[in-house]
């Protein structure tokens, strides 16, 4: 059963640990080396961490208008030191180089996992169930959108749509990450060689991002671009 969870990660994280007989953060820095996330890092408090932005919420009042102030700070460096889920700190030019790596091992160039594993991670299984949802694309409403988590994705299945070619029969691996007010997104069109992604310091923007990578999909992509 695949469902997305914090406390699955937080489970394969231990289990790697007892594995390999090393920290976790230990191991994820090394694999941030090879991947050449340069300044991907685990979060801590105990050194500077530069380019850190401050997160915002925004605070209503009872007549409806709102002002921004900064959002309270968990810490999610205790009691454990560095937790898998919710413990790395990036950058849009670290989950777009990321998502390169990726879709470079969809093509064979680059091998840190094989090609298959990769697929039988994006791969629906008999165990998960394909969920609906809707999305206004170029300001034309799709439905029945198959959606649902594959392993550590969420996977989104268009149906054929009339009148906007790029999106039609498109497929979406998209995974996000939220902390208090900051969020941040990635999203992987394998078949169109395509990805994008994008971190914000507001919240409540999580539940908008899929649609929104979708919609700069169809504004970005150019088919007639090779690599």
Request: net charge negative; hydrophobic share 35%.
């Amino acid at each position: 059963y695949f469902k997305y969870s914090n406390n699955g990660i937080n489970l394969i994280a231990s289990i790697i640990e007892n594995l390999q007989q090393t920290p976790y953060y230990k191991i994820v820095e090394e694999f941030y080396q090879d991947f050449g996330l340069r300044t991907t890092q685990m979060d801590s408090d105990d050194k500077m961490i530069q380019r850190r932005v401050t997160q915002y919420k925004p605070v209503y009042s009872p007549d409806g208008s709102f002002h921004y102030q900064p959002a309270p700070v968990t810490d999610n460096l205790k009691p454990y030191p560095h937790w898998a889920a919710e413990g790395a700190i990036s950058t849009v030019e670290d989950l777009l180089q990321f998502s390169q790596n990726i879709l470079d091992i969809t093509r064979g160039r680059y091998n840190y996992i094989s090609n298959k594993t990769l697929n039988d991670m994006w791969n629906w299984t008999t165990e998960i169930g394909k969920n609906v949802t809707s999305m206004t694309i170029d300001g034309i409403k799709i439905d029945n959108i198959k959606t649902n988590y594959v392993m550590g994705w969420q996977r989104f299945d268009f149906p054929e749509v009339q009148g906007l070619p790029n999106i039609s029969k498109l497929k979406m691996l998209f995974h996000t990450g939220m902390m208090e007010s900051a969020s941040a997104i990635m999203a992987i069109f394998p078949e169109k060689l395509f990805a994008i992604s994008a971190i914000a310091n507001l919240g409540g923007l999580s539940d908008k991002f899929p649609e929104m990578a979708v919609n700069s999909f169809q504004i970005l992509y150019n088919p007639n671009q090779n690599d």
